[in-house]
């Protein structure tokens, strides 16, 4: 369909249909943050717009590197990664609670973050390297969950717990997508419905707090409940329509807490109403659709897990934020791709969205190839 | 190497797994982003509305207006209470978060409060019910109010406010007249019924005397305003407002003018004076002194201010006027004199005066050997020994119901919150108390106003009025538009023309008692009687040893009430007047030329004035002046090491 066009080959050839979905989110997200900030675009929306078109930038460059590259990087990307965290405890300093952020002089780097496309490369690289016929066996999983637990560790004692479910669910998506025998998941399903009370003995004094207070929100409106009850009066007294642009009193009164940031859908929910969340969901699930598109269409099994696995990592973005805004998950931190203010969340997803463009390029010249 | 059971795997069959497991998740994420939409969906339409009114309820505050206390004024419409507007401060205990120590240290720095202050705060902090604000600082200077309010973000719980003030421009004259305002405390705000009103920052209420009794008349409507504010209680803006409706206005009798003087005239002295209408009944002056300022009660006083008022032995805190009794001492031989021509006996009979009295083997005494007197001489004279002996002629019953037809015993229709009305002792009272027979000597003792006679200086200016109009007149304090015509006394005319004529003959006679009394004033003459009340059983033994002790050498407490009732002009009666002065000593020195300036004021001011200003030179300058004077005394002695002499000094003599 290209080739013959005024356009340029290269750029003919980048999946519009899902990079103008990927452009609407984040312009919607610009228009809430411009409302969160009562009107002006500084200092939210104009930083992330620049900051928007940079990474767009670069996910386009990192749709012309092969598949093979980042095949042979998966690992030393994972390695440089893992030193980061290690750094990060070592010389991290203290930022709302936790040690999350590494100052690299303007930049402030998030290592947590970048784990999260990098154990999906590393894991799709080594089940691409496992031989077929080894898949049923123990040598198929531990080094697996030797990958993924390590990284895991370590942001757990950060602490922060969103990012480090984040990391294993995405780990364990690639291993069920690899492959790994089916009880293996149920069984640990199980196991892990009897060890969840014993494991929540052993979290931090705020972790805790913020589940029970995910339980039963109401019992402590004015203290750690206060979050998700004003998110949830956000949300529902936008109705159907919402309130209209810039007339949201939750956040524009301060009602609503990160109301910019981990909240900011239900800033936007407050003033476009059921409609701008419906349509923002929309654009979510075709944004993953496509991605789910690409891992089905990929040739080998590297793309077809990376594909996935990266997929599932910007699923679960989104749908985490959504159940922690709309009172269906404690709160644990977890900013809404694209829309929440904050560059760690956007690079992740621009990231995954780059490596999917570079499989989805590779799958076509190669069919096309053929 | 373990064999496989299981079948083949192959590059195929892998890939056939991956597409049906990527499609399992691909369904399940489109099941849980269903489900999302659903939740959002509930949130959003299901329960809109119950969350619109909490969104709403986030948004809008509504704030009370405390409505303007309505003026108290006199006879002239002259305030006696009136608002201020004043800069004020509270705190709101429940908004003061964790550190309410460093909020009320960096107040006291704000605000230049005093350890007193400190210390009342405090006090309030632990008192309140969370929601009540604690005074911290009232008629504050504008520069502090805006200290206060520009650091408003680091002070939680702390509420700068523009109010009004209640503010009694006459200070402590009006104290037992008016009363007070305060903060309501914790049972006015349960008893009425959680009244949101009465936890608004700086609304008061009525706390003694008429503010209090006429709390209905006074408060007015309260106002609302309904304000956006933001999660930190900063105000948006103003999105409606209803005007408050301030009390209504409440007229009284008294003359302000008048009732100042009085109460200057009782300088340091712990008295009363009451001047009443003759006309109507109509209380022009009702001055109880010494007074607390009502002007700092209303900021809310601290502790020691307190103790310093309860300690004084002269009870700054009570209003004598109503809740004082006193032995009527030789003010009632008026009332006596009336009795005994009801009683049908003769007034020219004398009776003659040897300076005592035997009943019995009971001796009475009299002052004089005035040798042998008629009713008119023993009036003019005071002598006791004419009245012993007239009194058991006319029987105690035609006595005590000339006392009460004339007013005493009486409790009277008026808006107090305390009137103690005294006793009027008869036989079947006797009987009733003390469950004993009535004998000579109580006749006696109630012929000269001592026994069991008590009264309040009400009733003694009630007796005058009586006695002077011949109307059985009953005292008002509300001004009203319309007043009824008092009924005639049911008293001879004949009789209290005599005894008028009596009571002028005591002031102007030249041979009386109160001649010291006599009105600078042409044409008008003054008509009264003069008392000397005994608080002090003086024995045999003392009276045997050289006679009885001067009232100068006594301890204040010791020493006789100075007592007298009278009315002007003599001829056409218009005011009439009581005046008791505690340990006073004798009648005719102390209560007979306070109540000769006072009544010289209603005729002639600047006499008046020009009577009393040496006066208060000699007192050492104004009441204000003074009570502040004592309180400084106070605070040096409380500051001072404990001693033994903590006695307050012996009062001044005019």
Redo the contacts between chains.
Sequence with gaps: MSGHSLIPAPIAELPWRMLALVIFITFFGLLVLYSAAGGRLMPWALPQGARFLVFLVMAIAMSRVRPERLKEIAFPAYGAVLLLLLLVEALGFVGKGAQRWLSLGVVNLQPSELMKPVIILALARFYDLLP??E??RWSAIWPAALLLGIPAMFILVQPDLGTAVMVVVGGV?VM????LPLRLFLGGAAFLGIAGPVAFSFLHQYQRQRILIFLDPESDPRGAGYHIS?S?????????FGKGFLNG??SH???LPENHTDFIFATM??EW??AG??VL?LA??LV??WG?GV??DAKD?FS??TA?GLT?TI?FYV?IN??MV?G?APVVGIPLPLVSYGGSAMLTVMLCLGVLMSIDRNTRRRSRGL | MKK?G?P????NT??F???R??MV??AG??V??TA??V???W???A??E???L???S??VQERLIPPRRGWIVDRFNQPIAINRSSFRVDLIPDRMEKDPARVLAELTELLALTPDDVQRIREGLANAAGYQPVPVAENIPYDKYAAVTVRLAELPGVAPLRSFARFYPEGPAVAHLVGYVGTPSKEEYQAETRNPLLIAPGFKVGKDELERTMEHRLRGQPGAQRI?????GKL?RELSTLPDRSGGMLPLTIDIGLHSYAARRLGDESGSIVVVDCQNGDILAMASMPAYDPNNFSDGISHHEWDMMAADERHPMINKVMQGLYPSGSTIKPLMSLAFLEAGLNPATKVTCTGAYRVGNAIFHCDKHHGPVDMHEAIIKSCDIYFYHTSLQAGAEIISSMARRLGFGQKFDLPVPTQRFGTVPDPQWMERKYHRKWEMYDTINMSIGQGNVLVNPLQLAMMAARIASGKALQPRILRAGHYPEPPALPVSAEHLAFVRDAMSGVVNSGRGTASIAKLPIDNVLLAGKTGTAQVRRITMAERNSGGVRSNASLAWKMRDHSLFVGFAPADKPRYACAVIVEHGGWGASVAAPACRDVLTYLFDKQKAMAALAPLEEQWGGSIAERLARRREKWQAARAAPKNDSDEPPPPTRA
């Design positions: 077929v016929g898949l049923r998506t069920f997508l690899a492959g004003q949830k009066i956000a949300i529902g007294s936008g109705g159907l009193t939750q009164l301060q009602y929910a407050e109403g059921l969340g419906i969901i979510y699930a993953i659709k789910i891992a089905l099994r077809r897990l996935a599932t699923f749908a959504l159940l709309m269906l | 496989r299981k083949v795997l192959t590059e892998q890939a797994s991956f597409t497991r990527a998740l691909g994420q489109g849980l982003a999302l939409g939740r959002m969906g949130l959003a339409i329960e809109n119950h969350y619109k909490l969104a709403e986030n948004r956006e504010v933001t999660a930190h948006v």
